[in-house]
């Protein structure tokens, strides 16, 4: 095996005081919501905003002096290549971050404020490796690879370490898997420390190349998409990482994009924490029953917390509509003056917050002698949503549901 119990525990002695030892906060709200007893390990926490820190301060710490002259290029989905520009500048090593060109603006800013030179750079993780590695030829730099690397799995392991401290009866850990490097690092560190805690491997359903690779023990290469999730969409695993998820890994899931955004938002608004859509994937797997975990102490790891205000927002509004907090109504009016004051009055009856007001006459379906009104409210739920339409039914009113796609 790449690496053993012996390297993440030197990891650990070599990165105290250049990380953050993050808590493990145990969760009522969550643990009531999924039936099992629920522990968050809050990684978001970190000063780069996720656990990539770990490894890359490990690898950097042990580069000659010779390396450190020659500086570091590293490509990454955003994060890694954030914790790389960070721990570089701290240790007065120059670095090159190589990042898809739609790597999150929040995670591109903030490599550049930490004095990485950022280079945006194809469509994927696979193609900003692919020109990383042309960098390290072309300048002589050394390459950071952001998971299949043991130093880096050592690293990243530390928090198993944390983990079997922090929460002593833990039966389960559920883990975003990307490239693998996290999962094999703690599953190697909490199986060596709890031989009986399962360890639990969680994808996106539309990146799921660590999945395939862990059940036929191949690597595949899965074909490009769009995820939520950008901190895994990784399209091969590792080389190293596979050998140690498909030795000490319990179980490998995936989930869906709505799954995914559902999770964000519940973290949001039951633990007031933001976290990113690949730190969020333990909970979709846990509250969408991926795994059968109820009645048992569960740790999930939140690796990240680096996500775009303008991603969040559009995750919020879309997490309303799914529970029925905010409606959209089309209704037909006569058009004439006093119309629309009198619909909004009704509303008001039924105690429905009006959030926005759309008055079209000209792109409708309605006739010349009508108005369509479009009502965005704001609701308590689905019943208060039918009470509404039926109020504006019963006094006249053709009333239509306007639903999201």
């Known amino acids: ?214 059940a036929s023990g191949e690597r595949v290469t899965v074909s490009p998409a769009p995820t939520i999730a950008d901190g895994i969409a990784v399209r091969r695993a590792g080389e190293h990482t596979l050998a140690l998820c498909r030795r000490w890994v319990d179980q490998m899931v995936s989930v869906s994009e709505e799954e995914i955004a559902n999770a964000i938002l519940l973290l949001l608004e039951i633990e007031k924490t933001v976290v990113e859509g690949a730190g969020a994937v333990p909970l979709a797997a846990l509250v969408n029953k991926k795994v059968a975990l109820a009645g048992k102490t569960v740790a999930l790891v939140l690796t990240g917390g680096n996500i775009d205000v303008n991603l969040v927002s559009r995750i919020i509004e879309r997490g309303l509509v799914k529970d029925g907090r905010l409606v959209r109504l089309a209704v037909m009016l006569r058009d004439r003056p006093g119309q629309l004051a009198r619909l909004t009055a009704l509303v008001a009856e039924m105690r429905a917050n009006v959030l926005h007001i759309l008055h079209d006459r000209a792109f409708s379906r309605a006739r010349l002698s009508e108005t369509e009104v479009e009502l965005t409210l704001e609701t308590s739920g689905r019943e208060q949503i039918e009470a509404v339409k039926r109020h504006l039914t019963a006094a006249g009113y053709t009333v239509a549901e306007v639903t999201p796609g």
């Open 1 to 214: 095996m790449p690496i053993t119990l012996g390297d993440v525990e030197a990891a650990r002695a070599r990165l105290r005081g250049v990380i953050h030892e993050t808590p493990c906060a145990y969760s009522q709200s969550l643990s009531d919501l999924t039936g099992a007893r629920v522990f968050v390990k809050l990684e978001n926490l970190q000063m780069t905003g996720s656990f990539k820190e770990r490894g890359a301060a490990n690898v950097l710490l042990q580069l000659s002096p010779a390396e450190q002259r020659r500086g570091v290029v590293t490509a990454s989905a955003g994060n890694h290549g954030l914790a790389v520009a960070f721990h570089a500048a701290r240790l007065g090593i120059s670095a090159v971050v190589v990042m898809p060109e739609w790597a999150p603006l929040t995670k591109v800013t903030a490599a550049r404020r930490q004095g990485a030179e950022v280079v945006l750079h194809g469509e994927n993780y696979d193609e900003a490796h692919a020109r990383a590695r042309e960098i390290e030829a072309e300048r002589g730099l050394v390459f950071v690879h952001p998971f299949d690397d043991p130093r880096v799995i050592a690293g990243q392991g530390t928090i198993g370490l944390e983990l079997a401290a922090q929460v002593p009866d833990l039966e389960a850990v559920l883990v975003p898997v990307g490239g693998g490097g996290l999962a094999a690092g703690i599953a190697v560190a909490v199986k060596a420390r709890r031989p009986g805690v399962e360890v639990i491997g969680v994808q996106a359903d539309e990146i799921a190349a660590m999945k395939a690779a862990w």
